[in-house]
């Protein structure tokens, strides 16, 4: 049996010895793995969750056993009316901005913008008072090309993330910081692709009781991830797919985003004398 990829029996960890951080022994590694995706989980999470956890924590260089990144099942309100567990990949705000590091060309961002629409006024209930939130907040992130620097700007709207007021008691405690987290996090995945297929808590707070997307061709995305002519066109197309849907796709992605990281250096790098 190979020694860098070892499947056993009952139900263990499949254990890819060199996808381990350096220094950490992979089978412990795998463990922990196993053991954050059962916490949050009715029963045993499967050997395809347990790699694809694996894969990211490879592809974003965070360490699992430290709790930069972590697995999480939320129960995503299906057509009929009943709930199905989907596993997402999540960090906190740190966890993204240091994925962005680990690319040498994350360049910080630009201090967050809010909207405060008068014609669009919306309120929160806090110990009996009405709190005016954001309708909306933008945040811009840096990346260097080559000797410029590239901006990207998102955009996060306060009805598309509030998680009602079962949920939201941080939300209405500090509106603008969690309207800001969410809206740095989508212009980072669209700016990194190596945070593509990594969640903010706060983003997921809503998907239990949104319905999942279905009745997409994964064929015909594959073939639009394979002919995706930059990394914004790449990550849009991610962006726009549920979990599951991105697991089936994240090897070719991957490999498309690293070829498309190439080339965009390429062209930027000034030209030899």
């Given amino acids: 049996m190979s020694n860098t990829a070892l499947a056993t029996t009952n139900k263990d960890p499949i254990y890819i010895s060199n996808m381990a951080p350096k220094g950490v022994d992979g089978r412990v590694w795998a463990k922990v793995l196993k053991e954050q995706l059962l916490a949050s989980k009715d029963g045993e999470p499967t050997d395809e969750e347990l790699l ?3 894969q990211v924590c490879q592809s974003t260089g965070l360490d699992p056993t430290k709790r930069e990144i ?11 009316g009943s709930y199905k567990p989907r596993l997402s990949i999540q960090t906190g705000i740190d966890g993204f901005r240091r994925t962005a590091e680990e690319s040498g060309k994350y360049a910080g961002s630009k201090e967050p913008e809010f909207i405060y629409d008068p014609n669009i006024v919306i309120g929160v209930n806090v110990d009996g008072t009405t709190k005016t939130v954001p309708n909306t907040a933008k945040v811009t992130v840096m990346k260097l090309m080559g000797d410029r620097i590239i901006e990207t700007t998102r955009t996060a709207n306060w009805p598309d993330y509030y998680p009602g007021d079962g949920q939201g008691a941080m939300w209405r405690k500090l509106p603008e910081t969690m309207l800001a987290k969410v809206a740095e996090a989508q212009a980072l995945r669209v700016a990194f692709p190596n945070c593509a297929q990594l969640y903010l808590s706060e983003e997921m707070q809503q998907a239990e009781t949104m319905p999942e997307v279905s009745g997409i061709d994964m064929n015909k995305v594959a073939e639009q991830v394979s002919n995706a002519q930059t990394t914004d066109e790449l990550m849009s197309l991610i962006n726009g797919l549920s979990i599951e849907q991105q697991k089936q796709i994240m090897t070719l992605a991957n490999a498309k985003a690293q070829e498309l990281i190439a080339k965009e250096d390429s062209d930027a790098a000034p030209a030899a004398n």
């Fill in 70 to 80: 972590y697995g999480i099942y939320r129960n995503v309100k299906q057509k009929d």
């Fill in 52 to 54: 694809y956890f694996a």
